[in-house]
């Protein structure tokens, strides 16, 4: 069965999907000795004969997922230009090669995801599918009701007007006060935005929640493996996430603005039928 060929180059844990597109637009990948940088262009595995930098793909790797508790002033890459410590330097006995499910901050801590998995690490990060993400802060200040209920309800940030989000008053310590908040967005800085424009900036963040994980009691700097159970059921949410915003845009009458989704939910409906949406398929 023919797939495209950045998925078949992230499916073998070489790169995630992001950075396999990246290669092939930078002309490093070639198919059957001729260099590609078409990103759409579709390959055989049986049959066609790709390679990364002149080496041949090795197989594809069983899905590897696992939870590392940041600890603060730690890049959450795994390269870093300037030297500083990455998440990488954690990962230590990890043979397979696992890409982290999005960003924290260099002073932030707290749960990140690590997985080969890229087409649900897509899923988990796209604000489309709104997984759920809990972050436990320490804030100057005491909220005043007002103030929550306006970040509740969504604030303006210079990218835009955040969504709904979820806050829960935890304590106040002397005059501060620990929070729990609760987005389905990513944006770069956003808690820390979003306690700004509400006046009470962040001291602290630590992320303690992503979709259906908890940061439980791992301590800063430790990692593990997801039981096969959270793994299962972490896909299963994202499975219900996608197949959720599938159908709320099936359900809406087509309009300019939303034609771009509606044809893309569509591809994807029919690529599922094939079998190519790799969330559903049981891997090693
Ligand atoms: N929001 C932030 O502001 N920082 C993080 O690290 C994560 C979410």
Redesign the pocket.
């Known amino acids: 069965m023919e797939v495209r060929l950045q998925k078949l180059i992230a499916g073998t844990g070489l790169a995630s999907r992001r950075k396999a597109e990246a290669l092939i637009t930078a002309g490093r990948v070639m198919v059957n000795g001729t260099t590609v940088t078409e990103l759409g262009t579709k390959v055989d595995p049986e049959r066609d004969h790709v390679k990364v930098d002149g080496k041949h793909l090795s197989a594809p790797q069983p899905f590897v997922y696992l939870m590392l508790n940041k600890p603060k002033n730690v890049v959450?890459t795994l390269d870093d230009p300037g030297g500083r410590t990455t998440v990488k330097d954690y990962l230590r006995g990890v043979s397979v090669r696992v890409f982290p499910v999005g960003?924290?901050?260099f002073?932030?801590e707290g749960l990140m995801l690590l997985t080969n998995n890229g087409e649900l690490a897509q899923a988990m990060l796209h604000p489309r599918y709104h997984v759920p993400?809990t972050?436990l802060i320490k804030v100057k200040g005491v909220l005043t009701d007002d103030e929550i209920r306006s970040l509740e309800q969504g604030v303006r940030l210079e990218d835009g007007m955040t969504s709904p989000a979820q806050v829960k008053k935890v304590r106040k310590v002397e005059a501060n006060s620990w929070l729990e908040i609760t987005?389905r967005e990513?944006r770069?800085?956003?808690?820390?935005?979003?306690l700004e424009v509400v006046g009470h900036p962040?001291i602290k963040?630590l992320?303690i929640r992503m979709g259906s994980l908890s940061l439980g009691d791992l301590l800063p700097g430790e990692f593990r493996f997801l039981t096969d159970r959270e793994a299962n059921t972490l896909r299963r949410l994202v499975e219900e996430r996608v197949a959720l915003a599938e159908e709320s845009v099936a359900v809406t009458p087509a309009r300019p603005a939303r034609r771009e989704g509606w044809a893309r939910a569509k591809k994807n409906k029919s690529q599922r039928r094939r079998g190519a949406w790799s969330l559903t398929r049981k891997r090693a």
């Open positions: 959450s960003r924290l901050d002073d932030s993400k972050y987005i990513g770069k800085h956003q808690v820390k935005r979003m962040v963040l992320r």
